[in-house]
C-alpha cells in the first residue's frame, strides 16, 4: 500500500493485482459465505469432529501419501 501511493509499484503490477481481486470478490465471495454459514450453522459437529484421534488419522494419511516412491527399470 505504501509503495503504491509512493508511486512504486509498476502499471502492470497494479492492473494484475486489480484483476486478482475482481476475480476472487465475485467468484470466491460465495465460498466463503457458505463456509461461514456451514460454520455457524454445525458449529458444535465441527468441533466434534476436529477430536485429537481424526486429526492424527488426517495427519497419518496426509504424511504417508506425500512420499514420493521411484520405480527404476
Known sequence: MFLNIANVVPDKIKA???RMQTFFSKHTIWILM???????RCKKKIIAAAAPSNLLIALAIVLGSSRT???SC
Open 16 to 18: 494484475g493485482a486489480k
Open 34 to 40: 457458505s463456509c461461514c454459514w456451514i460454520y455457524n
Open 69 to 71: 516412491y521411484y520405480v
